[in-house]
């Protein structure tokens, strides 16, 4: 009991400095401008109460028994809203807008839901303790339920958040009736728990069900999953012509990415050599393209030209780079490439190469892919040229999987000495990884150049390399699939929400971190999609690639 | 078969190998013994090609191999399970045992050899597609057997095969290394329980700080006061 109250404190304490952190640095201000469900459940006071139910949550997790648990729920969740409160006391007395620029009275409003002073200072408590007590309850529900009530929450999170792409799928009526002009009406929110909520609960069952069977080979294919395959097949086909232009915007740089990732995940997933130097193959996939078809240039190269080179000379730059690092493990191979990188873009700001590529202002009019009469212009024709980009680096990366290369690289990947003693030849291996992972950069650079018709050098920096990276290790690390959802979830995502820019990087260090924790294994981890292509056996225990950290 | 000629081999400053020498005969079973530190991995792992040595020689049928790159050592039949076991953690038991065979190209061969190995190990068959870093340490180290074994070698070297094991288990280990030395392969064993491994081998040397101190038949060995004295406790 008294071990349980101490926990329940500290995990009150812990969302009490969360929840003060999400107000202080305006967060809660700019969310609550997005309204996801009707006209009052904004992003914002989501974030607080999702924050409010993960503390009832945890604290009731760690307890024993139930009523003990729902006891430091109260505990927990009064405390971290009375730290609220408390945040609004100090705002409403102090000069704490001198140090924290975001505790102004709009932020009280919010907090307090524009009530008086001291029916105000209550409201942040008594919201604590009642949405943690459902977190609570959650946390008593049976497992199942509490699948299908989690994943119901997340669906509809998610309709509300995609309400651009949904809407334009629907007749204008419809939609009006299910969709705001920033997210999901009432009817739409009900609507997707109701029907989401039996959906997910049919699926787990159904998914249930089927693990206790023996496993056939007509049960992976159910008509279901076709059905829903097609589907998938016909909404990325038909995309750019129902959505509006800016969704093929964001699709394009998604279909970059997963190019990218497809590429990176071949030398970091497959062969197991950290690298943070990769933007440099789509530098130079992308200045290749600029300087071989440009008309300042003296190349004149056609698009299609010019692309076999992009990827060429892209992928001598992966031999260059993986020669002398060869020897290098683990950290020192890091260092090495992310050094590699920025040499990239530093020749390629430098004046030495100035009359060649341009400086700082890098060069623009780079040529169009053509076809017969067709030229690509805009993001919804690009669209299709990155679709097949990706399908083409989705075949070449399954394949090498289950080639021989591709276990000779995993091999390299678990222990490079005893790989060398099978019978692998560790530079070839090693050498191939680099050259076709910078082909593939390569590709998605010159893609890129030739879609935005420039390249200046700010274009790629770092943070690419790190995007690209992090994209991996979140979908999974060395799973293909989980290529694409990484892209789409830090790519896609943070583009379609694009009026919270500013706190892009402070959401996407806390996804990362939470993902470390909870699922280190990533989002579409390796081993399910293994068995799904091999047809194995479900191993006895769990296999986990990284160990979970013990909880104390 | 192997022969070892004045072999120097150093890791930067450290002199770890001064001047080893050693044959291996085929067919037979060749122990090297000694205590921690003394250079039996290090002398492993110049033959695999893993360390070059900086002088001396190193014959395999009659060619030199201590030039060549640890690949192409492997794909003259030299086999090695390594110290530690070192499977690899995040394949199967299956895949592990099929890298093996890498550089094999007849798949009717692999598929006799996996059966065999299963046979030899009913343990892996059990667990044939569990993931190596999962299985306990006893069956981690029949996994590195089988996995040398699977690239059909002329000569198996087996580093600290009984390292952590059950003495149970450690019996029926040396009774496989004896079986599949009946079935022909050559074998150097490299061992801490010099009792053990001085029974089941032809021959034995025994090294001490990078040098060859003693070597003769097993049996000699056994019997020799100084060995008992230093490794079999009196
Ligand atoms: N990577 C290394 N760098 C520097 N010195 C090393 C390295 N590996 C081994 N040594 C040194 O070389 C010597 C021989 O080591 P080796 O691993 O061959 O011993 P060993 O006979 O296999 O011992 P053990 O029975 O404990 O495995 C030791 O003194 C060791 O400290
Ligand atoms: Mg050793």
Redesign the pocket.
């Known amino acids: 009991m008294k071990t349980e109250l101490r926990t329940a404190l500290r995990i009150g304490l812990l969302g009490g400095l969360v929840a003060s952190h999400i107000c202080l640095v305006g967060m809660l201000e700019t969310f609550a401008k997005r309204n996801l469900i009707g006209d009052y459940l904004s992003m914002g006071y989501l974030l607080l109460l999702t924050l409010f139910l993960f503390v009832g949550y945890k604290a009731t997790q760690v307890a024993q028994k139930a009523a003990t648990g729902l006891l430091c729920a109260i505990i927990a969740g009064g405390i971290t809203g009375a730290s609220l409160s408390d945040l609004v006391f100090l705002t409403q007395n102090f000069q704490l807008r001198e140090i924290f620029a975001h505790a102004s009275p709009a932020l009280v409003k919010l907090l307090t839901l524009g009530q008086s002073k001291s029916l105000g200072l209550l409201i942040p408590i008594v919201s604590g303790i009642s949405w943690s007590l459902f977190g609570g309850f959650f946390a008593l529900l049976p497992k199942l339920w509490r699948r299908v009530l989690l994943n119901t929450l997340l669906l509809t999170l998610l309709l509300g958040l995609l309400r651009d792409i949904l809407n334009s799928l629907l007749p204008g009526d419809f939609g009006k009736t299910l969709f705001t002009s920033s997210g999901l009406t009432y009817i739409g929110a009900g609507s997707s728990l109701f029907c989401g909520g039996i959906l997910i609960w049919a699926f787990l069952t159904y998914r249930e069900q089927q693990k206790l069977k023996p496993e056939t080979s007509e049960s992976r294919n159910s008509p279901l999953q076709k059905l829903l395959f097609s589907l998938l097949i016909l909404f990325l086909l038909t995309f750019p012509l129902w959505s509006k232009s800016f969704l093929s915007n964001v699709a394009d740089s998604v279909g970059l990415y997963i190019i990218m990732g497809l590429g990176l995940n071949l030398v970091v997933g497959f062969a197991g050599m950290l690298d943070l130097g990769f933007v440099a193959f789509y530098a130079i996939g992308a200045y290749t393209m600029a300087v071989l078809t440009s008309p300042s240039g003296i190349f004149h190269f056609s698009f299609w030209q010019a692309l076999p080179f992009s990827m060429l000379i892209a992928m001598s730059g992966g031999i260059i780079l993986g020669l002398p690092i060869l020897r290098m493990r683990g950290d020192y191979l890091a260092i090495a490439t992310l050094g590699f990188g920025e040499i990239i873009r530093i020749l390629v700001i430098s004046d030495f190469l100035k009359p060649y590529l341009g400086g700082a202002q890098g060069i623009t009019n780079i040529g169009k892919p053509e076809i017969a009469q067709f030229t690509f212009k805009n993001p919804e024709h690009f669209y299709y040229l990155i679709l097949i980009g990706c399908l083409i680096a989705w075949f070449i990366a399954s394949r090498l999987k289950k080639s021989r290369l591709g276990r000779a690289w995993m091999a390299i990947r678990e222990d490079e000495d005893v790989a060398q003693a099978m019978g692998i030849n560790r530079v070839t291996t090693k050498l191939t990884a680099f050259a076709i992972g910078a082909l593939f950069g390569g590709l998605s650079g010159a893609i890129f150049a030739s879609m935005v018709d420039s390249v200046v050098p700010k274009s790629f920096d770092l943070l690419i390399s790190i995007n690209v990276l992090a994209l991996i290790i979140v979908g999974g690390i060395g799973s293909l699939p989980g290529v694409l959802v990484g892209a789409v979830v830090l790519v896609g995502l943070p583009e379609l929400l694009r009026e919270f820019q500013e706190y892009r990087l402070l959401v996407y260090g806390a996804v990362l971190v939470t993902m470390m924790l909870y699922r280190p294994e990533g989002l579409w981890p390796e081993v399910t999609l293994q068995h799904i292509l091999h047809k194995t056996a479900q191993p006895e225990f769990p296999v986990r690639p990284l160990p979970t950290p013990e909880k104390k | 078969m192997l022969t070892l000629n004045a072999i120097h081999s150093y ?2 400053q ?1 002199h ?2 001064k001047g080893v020498s050693f044959t291996v005969e085929k067919g037979e079973i060749v122990t090297l013994i ?12 110049t033959i695999s090609g893993l360390i070059k040595p900086r002088s001396g020689e190193i014959l395999f049928e009659g060619q030199r191999i201590d030039n060549l790159a640890p690949h192409e050592i492997a794909k003259r039949g030299i086999s090695q399970s390594p ?1 530690g076991r070192k499977i690899f953690g995040r394949m199967t038991v299956r895949e592990n045992l099929e890298m093996g065979a890498f550089n094999r190209k007849d798949q009717a061969g692999i598929r006799h050899d996996l059966a065999q190995i299963l046979e030899l190990f009913p343990r892996l068959r059990e667990r044939f597609n569990q993931s190596g870093g999962t299985l306990s340490g006893g069956e981690q180290q029949m996994l590195a057997i089988g996995r040398a074994l699977m690239s059909r070698p002329r000569i198996l070297t087996l ?2 095969p009984s390292m952590g094991l059950a003495p149970i288990l450690v019996a029926q280990i040396f009774k496989i290394i004896c079986d599949i030395n009946q079935q022909g392969t050559t074998i150097l064993l ?1 061992e ?1 329980n010099a009792q053990m491994a001085l029974s089941i081998a032809t021959r034995g040397y025994v ?1 001490e ?2 040098q060859i101190v003693l070597q003769g038949p097993a049996k000699d060995l056994l019997a020799s006061p100084q060995v008992r004295k230093a490794y079999l406790g009196g």
């Open positions: 890791y930067g450290i770890a190998l000694g205590s921690n530190g003394a250079g039996k991995t290090t002398t492993l792992n110290e580093d600290e490299i801490q090294l700080t990078g």
